[in-house]
């Protein structure tokens, strides 16, 4: 699937190298949002494995883990992942998202997100998003609200970063369009990122 400048592809095993030159960038930075793990972590076997993992759990029906890629150079410039799927009637997940920081302020991580609830709501029929957000992420903050998200409160002690238990707002977004159907149909993921052209192995 793709927007005007980006190309949405599920991050399994065979996105490896674009993957893996996204984490090295993410070990740099220091921006306050991200969780800090050990050297071994940014290595192209752990990569590789968390890339397996995804494969894995987008099998089982817990994870849509999806890349948007930069038409103009074909690098991995936004991750999205929709997480701790349920299904039957509760039909929610969890959002979380990372835009690389040279690409921030140009309109992608809006254009990538649209794409992906996108994917959500009318690919998998899911009825509901939930994202948590550190008070101090700004961008991701403003990017939320102009998807629709409606901030419903504070999660206490959300994350552990850099060194301390971290407040995060909790946003949700709510599928309006979903009626009148099967709540207890769960979707097969594979075959669904197949469909919808994310999916080529």
């Known amino acids: ?39 071994s972590y940014y290595t192209r076997t752990e990569t590789l494995q968390r890339l397996a993992s995804n494969r894995s759990d987008l099998q089982a029906g817990k994870l849509m883990p999806l890349g948007f890629f930069s038409k103009d150079t074909n690098e991995l410039v936004f991750t999205l992942n929709f997480s701790a799927i349920i299904w039957g009637p509760f039909r929610s997940c969890y959002a979380g998202w ?23 709501f009318k690919g998998l029929g899911l009825h509901r998003i939930e994202a948590n957000i550190i008070p ?16 419903e409160g504070t999660s206490k002690d959300y994350l552990f970063i850099d060194g301390n238990w971290r407040d995060h707002g909790h946003y949700v977004l709510i599928n309006r369009q ?8 769960e979707p097969d993921l594979m075959e669904c990122c197949r469909k919808l052209g994310l999916l080529t192995d």
Do not use: W
């Open 1 to 39: 699937m793709n927007t005007d400048r980006l190309t949405a592809r599920t991050l399994v095993e065979k996105e490896l190298e674009a993957f893996y030159a996204l984490a090295l960038k993410q070990k740099t930075e220091d921006c306050g949002f991200l969780v800090r793990h050990s050297d």
């Open 98 to 120: 990372y835009c690389r920081n040279d690409v921030r302020h140009t309109g992608l991580g809006k254009e990538a997100l649209s794409l992906g609830i996108d994917i959500a």
């Open 136 to 151: 101090t992420n700004i961008p991701s903050k403003r990017l939320a609200m102009s998807m629709g998200f409606s901030y």
């Open 178 to 185: 979903l009626k009148d159907m099967n709540v207890y149909y």
